[in-house]
């Protein structure tokens, strides 16, 4: 979206492969034409080739760019004989929690990438992932997300703001998860390590926002209640004011069993918030030193992690938030992340122009 805000010399089109695109809107404003294949389940994909071909050859493409699995696999199917880019934002830590199609779909794209003119990594460790179970090494790129520093950054008021809506003391220390809710998210994970740490610390808040993230999520309440923590952890389901809510945290956990680059973690550090994570995908490199990361399934680590942020001095962790800003903003601003895949884009589409 932002590449076609920034460029009118691309006439861009999403093809969404199931109905109600949720970005819909926010792509059109941008001036790009959204249409759906209409499917109402991604298994039924290869039964929608002949209308994907028929969509795809209507809009004469001179590049088609799939989007993750399913999405690659739709590219790879559509009939143009434009150069294919795939993209991959996922990485292979917890390989048994995705599903038995998931899985076979994502062996399946390897034999799928070798024929793309470039596969697009987020993280240096999802492409090594993806190599090891046979993807090609000769037509890999890595291309990290980035973060609209504008949209996220630091508010004076946010603290205050979302302690009087949530009532809780400003004295007390407030930690947060932004992810949907799924076994790979660890949320579960993460209330065990926080009952532990608020067993020493007893003041300690902790807010979960995502979708799946509410009341209505058996599994996440019936834990809490048995854990005891009905007072200290506060469930905002789906959100999209992300950038209101992060700057009004202490800190952001994500205690994850598989990223590849946690975008999440780059959108905190821009609101100058100091993160702990678990060491999965790029985390730790995102991270570099301004905040702790921990092993990826040892509930003591976190819970450690957890109390010796929250026993930090305050303004150690204002200023390790700062620190975090800068390097996103040197890093991984969304304007990089722009003109790496504006160059991708312009130097395929020369090589089929060429006389």
Known sequence: TALARKNEGYRHVILSLEPGNSFA????????????????????????????????????????????????????????????????????????????????????GASMARQARTVVYCSNISKTQHEAIGYPTTNAVIIPNGVDVNRFK????????????????????????????????????????FSMATEVIPNMHLLLAGEGCDASN??????????????????????????????GLDALVSPSLSEAFP?????????????????????????DDTGMVVNTTDTGAMAQALLEMARSPEKERLNAGKKARLSIVE?????????????????????????
């Open 154 to 193: 630091p508010d004076p008021s946010a603290r205050n703001n979302l302690r009087k809506t949530l009532n809780i003391p400003p004295e007390n220390m407030l930690f947060g998860q932004v992810a949907r809710y799924h076994p790979i998210k660890n949320q579960i994970g993460l209330l065990q390590a």
């Open 263 to 287: 975008v999440v973690l780059a959108e905190a550090m821009a609101c100058e918030l100091p993160c702990i994570a678990t060491n999965v995908g790029d985390s730790a490199y995102i991270i």
């Open 25 to 108: 809107k926010e792509h059109q404003e941008a001036g790009i034409k959204v249409v759906s294949l209409g499917m109402t389940s991604l298994l039924g994909l290869p039964w929608y080739y002949p209308r994907l071909r028929t969509m795809v050859n209507s809009l004469s493409p001179s590049l088609i760019h799939g989007w993750m699995y399913h999405g690659n696999m739709a590219a790879h199917h559509a009939g143009a004989t434009c150069p294919r880019v795939f993209s991959i934002h996922n990485a292979l830590d917890a390989w048994k929690h995705e599903k038995w199609t998931t899985r076979q779909i994502i062996r399946m």
């Open 218 to 247: 058996t599994l996440l309440t019936n834990q809490i209640r048995t854990l005891g923590l009905q007072n200290k952890v506060h469930l905002l389901g789906a959100r999209s004011d992300v950038e209101e809510i992060l700057p």
């Open 331 to 355: 890093r991984f601003e969304i304007k990089n992340t722009i003109n790496r895949y504006e160059s991708l884009y312009t130097t395929l589409i020369q090589l089929i122009v060429k006389p």
